[in-house]
């Protein structure tokens, strides 16, 4: 059974940073792809970072961009994700999620899901 279990959410005030962290379980790790997703109130869910199955290929998305760094240690079976300089409006839920095949981006490409974890940035 696959399960991936994020943790490292906060309340935090802008600003500041917090570090995600997503274990995962019951897959091969190294073979998926890993992502960040996030989810405001009443929107939908966003994609927020990606990175390779090496870690040698990271994506962004452009409100994040420069002040988020994915992560990962294959070894610890783990995918990171560093927020500094957080803004209000990166309040959210945070999910991690694992792809085989995985589209920059694109939410249906992946195949398992965390339960998320709250981040709240205060002004």
């Known amino acids: 059974q696959v399960q991936l279990v994020e943790s490292g959410g906060g309340l935090v005030q802008a600003g500041g940073s917090l570090r995600l962290s997503c274990a995962a379980s019951?897959?091969?790790?190294?073979?998926?792809?890993m992502g960040w997703f996030r989810q405001a109130p009443g929107k939908d869910r966003d994609f927020v970072a990606l990175i390779s199955r090496s870690g040698g290929i990271t994506h962004y998305a452009d409100s994040v961009k420069g002040r988020f760094t994915i992560g990962r240690d294959n070894a610890k079976n783990t995918v990171y994700l560093q927020m500094n300089s957080l803004k209000p409006e990166d309040t959210a839920v945070y999910y991690c999620?694992?792809?085989?095949?995985?589209?920059?981006?694109?939410?249906?490409?992946?195949?398992?899901w965390g339960q998320g974890t709250q981040v709240t940035v205060s002004s």
């Open positions: 999620a694992a792809a085989i095949r995985s589209v920059v981006g694109d939410i249906r490409s992946f195949d398992y």
């Open positions: 019951g897959l091969t790790f190294s073979s998926y792809s």
